[in-house]
């Protein structure tokens, strides 16, 4: 992890509650937080370096952990496996989202007065998206390659798996989604600034699934430059330059965060 740091900020490891955590901290005093969840199959260390992009324009980024990634793994799960993805991923996403009051009372204890927003890649985007719709008083929210519209996540999750049937305590995690679907409270959104970028030819998150998304939401934004939608041509599953370019720029012109 040396080569990740830079003379621009400091980079720490922490427990909050069971989840470990990095947090970059930019040299000068900031006010604003970003909560940014890795993805299937990655880890926090592998956020470093793009935590530092958002650093290096002012922002303190807190990296936390998902259960069965990196070093809380303890049952080395195969990410690769498309099988395991389909019965883990949706467990994972929730105890995220179960797990996110403990980081932000830590931000809040911490960091007095201080703004936060929520941002991920793919599964990290998922969970960023729920946390945005549940938690108002979150500034904004980065959601690349993502859906927030869950009843198609939970339609393709289950096309992942290799079975006939699923069990019951399946069944009601598939509930958890459906009945907490973000597209279903379009009002949760109303005017706040959001990013939704994705990869034109994404072959892991159809972006036709986000794009439903928007169209439902849009309807009741008065003040569409607040939501950002855009589909990256020649862009599949990931995070390029210009996906970050383009959301710093939208979050200092018009999210002011």
């Not at 049937?165 to 009002?187: A, C, G, T, W």
């Amino acid at each position: 992890m040396e080569y990740l740091k830079t003379n621009y900020s400091d980079i720490k490891e922490v427990m909050i509650g069971k989840v470990p955590a990095i947090i970059i901290e930019p040299k000068e005093a900031t006010n604003k937080t970003l909560v940014f969840y890795h993805g299937w199959g990655s880890d926090n260390e592998r956020q470093i370096f793009r935590g530092n992009i958002f650093a290096s324009y002012g922002y303190r980024v807190v990296l936390p952990e998902a259960r069965y990634h990196g070093e809380r793994n303890v049952e080395k799960l195969d990410h690769g496996d498309k099988d395991l993805e389909g019965k883990y991923i949706l467990k994972v996403i929730m105890h995220n989202i179960e797990e996110a009051p403990s980081i932000f009372n830590y931000i809040e204890e911490n960091y007095p007065g201080n703004e936060i927003a929520v941002g991920g890649h793919s599964m990290g985007a998922i969970t960023a998206g729920g946390l945005y719709a549940f938690k108002k008083d979150l500034k904004m929210a980065f959601i690349f390659n993502g859906i927030n519209n869950w009843k198609e996540l939970v339609r393709g999750v289950n096309g992942l798996k290799n079975q006939d049937k699923i069990d019951e305590r399946e069944f009601r995690i598939n509930e958890f989604f459906l009945d907490m679907n973000p597209m279903d409270s379009p009002e949760a959104f109303k005017d706040r600034p959001l990013v939704l970028y994705n990869g034109e030819d994404d072959d892991v998150i159809d972006p036709a699934g986000q794009e439903s998304f928007v169209k439902e939401v849009e309807k009741v934004y008065e003040d569409k430059k607040l939501l950002d939608f855009k589909l990256f041509e020649m862009t599949g599953h990931q995070v390029t330059t210009q996906m970050l370019e383009e959301a710093i720029k939208f979050s200092k012109e018009l999210a002011g965060f």
